[in-house]
Nanobody, 125 residues
Framework: QVHLVESGGGSVQPGGSLTLSCTASDLTLDYYAIAWFRQAPGKEREFVSTIRWSGGSTYYADSVKGRFTISRDNAKNTVYLQMNSLKPEDTAVYYC??????????????????WGQGTQVTVSS
């Protein structure tokens, strides 16, 4: 069974920054397209960002474009989500997800069979 593990969540004031990490002990993440999704209370889980395995292309939701950056460190088997200029509406549980087939429809949650347990991000003054 594949296990993804997120870390780096926490509480921060508006305008602050956090860096989330996604790693796995039993697979090589550079063979996977990795995405970040988030789910706020009472809302659907939504796409945040993805980094593809072929060429490392990156994509972002409009709501985070220009503030969030996704990246890989293959030597550390880790994918990061650098989050700057955080807003209260960024408050959610953030999940990383993996797709070994690098499917084009990266917005579709069902294309990611592997998920972590999530890490809470709270943005509040």
């Amino acid at each position: 069974q594949v296990h993804l593990v997120e870390s780096g969540g926490g509480s921060v004031q508006p305008g602050g920054s956090l860096t989330l990490s996604c790693t796995a002990s039993d697979l090589t993440l550079d063979y996977y397209a990795i995405a970040w999704f988030r789910q706020a209370p009472g809302k659907e889980r939504e796409f945040v960002s993805t980094i593809r395995w072929s060429g490392g292309s990156t994509y972002y939701a409009d709501s985070v474009k220009g503030r969030f950056t996704i990246s890989r460190d293959n030597a550390k088997n880790t994918v990061y989500l650098q989050m700057n200029s955080l807003k209260p509406e960024d408050t959610a549980v953030y999940y990383c997800a993996g797709d070994i087939y690098n499917r084009n429809d990266y917005l579709n949650r069902s294309n990611y069979p592997y998920w972590g347990q999530g890490t809470q991000v709270t943005v509040s003054s």
